[in-house]
């Protein structure tokens, strides 16, 4: 469901930075060594001593089946999430992720879409640098390359930057309503009480002390934080231009997602070892059937989302049409 734009384009470079993080930690597992203690020894590496002060931390030394493993574990967590963002980037629109959000967070959506495009644009750039050196005749692989293009790259996001600020300020960016007092501090309470209710009652359900008082406490957060959203959108005072409608395909798109988390939250405190391999004493990791029939729900928005539209054919491959002399 990608569609033409810039941003979809920047899905491979988290799933490169993904195995770099991976990379990192396995060699910090074999250089620093691992908390976990094993008995399955890989090899060995010379041991550098260090100091009393150092106490904890080694350089070298033996490396074990299980520190590996379980640094391969750690790693991939931290790259299952940097995917995950890749994946939003690459196929949200950032105007209409804009345009959904309510009044009150406005602002904070900016900055929200100005973080996401950043990292898109910027692999764009490198892309297009990456290309006219190529046809230049030039090496556009190696350190040498890539130091040569990140100049142009920073020139390229200052300059974004730059005219980003210039629309949002011809637009009348920053304006607000003339609100009553007493509704900016309804809205102030309602807001701040609302995130402590979820604060507390989330905490609640995740100690064993608290289950009971768990979930009235979070929902009554919930409602008391939408109903600070909703008298916080007052003070905005701009206008939706086509909103966008929430039909039966979002609904299935959204409950796709809502339902994987909830049956893996459910599968995790039902059966904990089944989604944590254990590394000691080591053992190969099983596919727990209930977990992964929980996740083939998430593939529900590939039938049901909408494809994107197309660019038109005359557009892509059809030269244009010179204009006629009429001297």
Known sequence: ?????????????????????????????????SPIPGTH???TLPEIPLPDWARGVRLGGKVTAEGLLFALYD????????????????????????????GALYEAGVAVVV???FAPNLVTDVQRL???????????RGVRALLQVGLPVLEGALERSVALAAAMDARGYGRSADV???????????????????CAGTYALLSASGAGYGVPVLLLGLVSALAGLRLGGRRSIRSRYRPDRWGIRAWLVSGSGVAVAALMI?????????????????????????PALSVLA?????????????LPASSRFAPSKPKEDRT
């Not at 490169?16 to 597992?29: M, Q, W």
């Not at 790693?75 to 959000?101: E, F, H, I, Q, Y």
């Open 1 to 33: 469901r990608r569609t033409d734009a810039p941003w979809a384009r920047s899905y491979g470079a988290f799933l490169k930075l993904g195995l770099v993080v991976l990379a990192i930690r396995l060699v910090f597992a074999i250089l620093l060594g």
């Open 41 to 43: 020894t890989l090899f």
């Open 75 to 102: 790693g991939m967590k931290l790259a299952t999430l940097l995917v995950c963002v890749g994946a939003a980037n690459a196929l949200a629109n950032p105007a209409r992720l804009l345009k959904s959000l309510p």
């Open 115 to 117: 973080a996401m495009t």
């Open 130 to 140: 990456r290309a006219a050196r190529r046809l230049r005749g030039r090496e556009d």
């Open 180 to 198: 009553p007092p007493a509704i900016r501090r309804t809205t102030a309470a309602l807001t701040l009480g609302g995130l402590l209710g979820v």
């Open 266 to 290: 459910w599968a995790a405190s039902h059966d904990p070892l089944a989604l944590a391999p254990s590394t000691i004493p080591l053992t190969a990791p099983t596919l727990p059937l209930w």
């Open 298 to 310: 998430g593939l529900l928005p590939a039938f049901v989302s909408p494809l994107p539209a197309p």
